[in-house]
């Protein structure tokens, strides 16, 4: 199992570029979500998907979209990037009540 | 306001000794809680939990405390040794929050040799 994968791993953005962040994962989770995580914020979430075709808003869903045509996909949109969205993107899938991360995608918005 | 709170930032601990690492909730509704540890560039990865009926949970060298009237938990990793240099996030969850976690804002622990 390659468990919870995401890309791109590193990636530059133009202030009001659009981009989509991937996040794949083979271990059947009905259960995913993403998360940002900024200097002294801590894990906030910015959206979630208990199952396919199924998704919701979590802390901090403005300026993202996602979609869930698929278990295994979960992919995250930047409609416009904008400075304030510079981060680190995790996604997650969940077995039961735990959650299971990828590696992160750094996001740097110029 | 802070539903999940870890108050050290940090935490420096000699190799072989003990570090115990805290968390403070004021949602009682919480009925899980877990810890994750994180290295840099790396996304977090679980390491332990425990469910609100019981006040203990162990595996290897990791063990967790649960004090409900205090609304207090504690990891404690006994001995501690340099691969456990990381940054650990306490979390919690409540059965009807459609798994959505809420998370402290970690603590990094320095285990030096």
């Keep these: 199992n390659a468990g919870v994968t995401q890309t791109p791993k590193f990636q530059v953005l133009k202030t009001g570029q659009s981009m989509t962040l991937q996040c794949a994962q083979d271990m059947n989770h009905e259960y995913m979500s993403w998360y940002r995580q900024d200097p002294g914020m801590g894990l906030r979430l ?34 416009s990037a904008a400075p304030s969205q510079t981060s680190v993107y995790f996604c997650a899938s969940s077995y039961g009540r735990t959650q299971f991360f990828g590696p992160g995608t750094r996001l740097t918005v110029l | ?24 909730y004021t949602n009682s509704m919480f009925d899980y809680f877990l810890w ?45 040794q340099p691969g456990d240099s ?25 285990v030096n040799p």
């Design chain 1, 46 to 79: 910015i959206h979630y998907s208990v199952g396919a075709g199924i998704t919701d808003q979590g802390e901090v869903p403005n300026g993202y979209n996602v979609s869930r045509s698929t278990t295994e996909d979960f992919p995250l949109r930047l409609l």
């Design chain 2, 1 to 24: 306001d802070q539903q999940v709170k870890q108050n050290s930032p940090s935490l420096s601990v000699q190799e072989g000794r003990i570090s115990i690492l805290n968390c403070d």
């Design chain 2, 36 to 80: 994750y540890k994180k290295y840099p560039a790396e996304g977090p990865t679980f390491l332990i939990s425990i469910s609100s009926i019981k006040d203990k949970n162990e595996d290897g060298r990791f063990t967790v405390f649960l004090n409900k009237s205090a609304k207090h938990l504690s990891l404690h990793i006994v001995p501690s």
């Design chain 2, 86 to 110: 990381a940054v650990y996030f306490c979390a919690a969850d409540n059965a009807g929050n459609n798994r959505k976690l809420i998370w402290g804002l970690g603590t990094s622990l320095a």
